[in-house]
């Protein structure tokens, strides 16, 4: 039977669970702090709820003591009870991965309860102080990665008070490397590299294979190709920034998603990497499931590509696996979702090789041409709710923080045109 000592303002309550080998006693204890904002009978009751579920937990073997638990040995039970049925599989693995890699190694092996907010700070210090390499090269840790390794932290120590095997959560009392704005701004085109890149899409380029060994062991001679880019990946970009969509969200699109009488694209799923290969779901949040309307113009280059598609399809017969993707691979099964980066990336170093100093195009993400999508609908005066319509964002303030910038520059055009209209009067 339990028994409980008041010790101040709490009560630990003490359960004797059998002896050892050696013949002492195996000793669980907990503290109950009452809640000061109910009354005494409803403390009374909610402690002796507290004890009764405490004592079922240690004589049947569930009770789980952060003074004798590891974080690594919390971690493992964290992942199989919680994380494994609650998170999202991409950002399971995300997880996953930074505890693997880099928490654990450096706090692992600390008992749970004994997790202090210096051994955190310490370790973002170090992780600051020490980068990482890659490729042979030394690189520091970007403020929004060392922000991501924070939130997984402190997400597991979450659970860990949830469940009652901590008091506290120690990353409440530390505080995450600040966002350099060199880190937080956003990378995109402005109007006239946008309108460029759109142009370069439909010209020719050369492709040298020259200087390749043959059978014999000769050179081959210089051959020298003339390519453009694949309709499709063409019509991707444009998706990409006449719709505002996210890369995911373009790989999982079918035709069934496309109504050509209103020139709309419905996104109601998104595809992710995972390592078990590529997992198409529904988006996390509500409002990612929306509707965006499209130009004419992009709609009609939309469907020459589903007509070249058709076309194709019927010339490859039993050949195609495909199941009515927009974006395909040669087979006709879902595009690899690290096509269109590695596509994008070529085709800025190709723009780039040939544009004279000056007039080269930003070295910009994929990503990027999502964040022009916006960022220009900003400035054309289009409101902040429309574009976190469009974006799917689940927070107008979401898509204000973002764009922040943009909405600055608004904001003095707005100044400016005040002025003048009272100039104007004076």
Not at 160 to 186: E, F, H, M, Y
Not at 262 to 286: D, E, L, M, Y
Not at 396 to 421: F, P, R, V, W
Request: aromatic share 8%.
């Amino acid at each position: 039977m339990a028994s409980i000592r008041k010790r101040g303002n709490s009560y630990q309550v003490t359960v004797s669970n059998g002896r050892k080998a050696d013949g002492s006693q195996i000793i669980a204890t907990a503290t109950f702090t009452p809640d000061p904002q109910k009354t005494e009978k409803q403390n009374k009751k909610a402690l002796e709820k507290f004890v009764f579920e405490f004592e079922e937990k240690v004589l049947s073997g569930k009770y789980l003591d952060g003074e004798k638990l590891t974080y690594q040995e919390y971690v493992k039970i964290w992942l199989e009870e919680y994380a494994q049925k609650q998170m999202e599989i991409t950002s399971l693995e995300r997880s996953e991965d930074v505890l693997n890699k880099l928490v654990l190694p450096e706090l692992g092996h600390l008992k749970l309860a004994k997790i202090q907010p210096l051994h955190i700070q310490r370790f973002y210090d170090t992780l600051i102080r020490n980068g990482y390499t890659m490729n042979g090269k030394h690189r520091d840790y970007k403020t929004n990665t060392l922000r991501r390794i924070h939130h997984v932290i402190s997400s597991t120590l979450n659970i860990a008070v949830r469940w009652q095997l901590i008091g506290s959560n120690p990353c409440t009392r530390v505080s995450p490397p600040k966002v350099d704005q060199k880190d937080s701004s956003v990378k995109c085109f402005s109007l006239e590299e946008a309108q460029a890149f759109l142009e370069y899409l439909d010209e020719e380029y050369v492709v040298h294979n020259g200087g390749r060994l043959k059978s014999d062991g000769s050179t081959a001679g210089d051959i020298f190709d003339t390519r453009r880019v694949p309709l499709q990946m063409k019509v991707f970009f444009y998706l990409a920034l006449f719709g505002g969509f996210r890369l995911g969200e373009m790989i999982a699109l079918t035709w069934d998603d496309v109504d050509f009488q209103n020139n709309i694209i419905r996104i109601t799923k998104s595809t992710a990497k995972t390592k078990s290969g590529q997992v198409t779901k529904r988006p996390k949040t509500h409002t990612s499931i929306r509707n965006v309307t499209l130009p004419v113009d992009v709609m009609d280059l939309l469907k020459v590509h589903r007509k070249e598609q058709y076309k194709y399809r019927l010339s490859i017969g039993s050949y195609w696996q495909g199941e009515n993707y927009l974006f395909t691979q040669s087979d006709g099964r879902q595009m690899n979702i690290c096509t269109p980066n590695h596509t994008f990336k070529k085709i800025i170093h190709r723009y780039n090789g040939s544009a004279a100093d000056g007039q080269q195009l930003p070295d910009i993400s994929l990503h990027g041409l999502r964040h022009t999508s916006a960022t220009l609908l900003i400035a054309q005066n289009i409101d902040v709710r429309t574009v976190s319509g469009r974006l799917g964002h689940a927070k107008c303030s979401t898509t204000m923080n973002i764009y922040a910038h943009a909405l600055k520059k608004q904001d003095e055009i707005a100044a400016e045109s005040l002025g003048n209209l009272f100039s104007k009067h004076g």
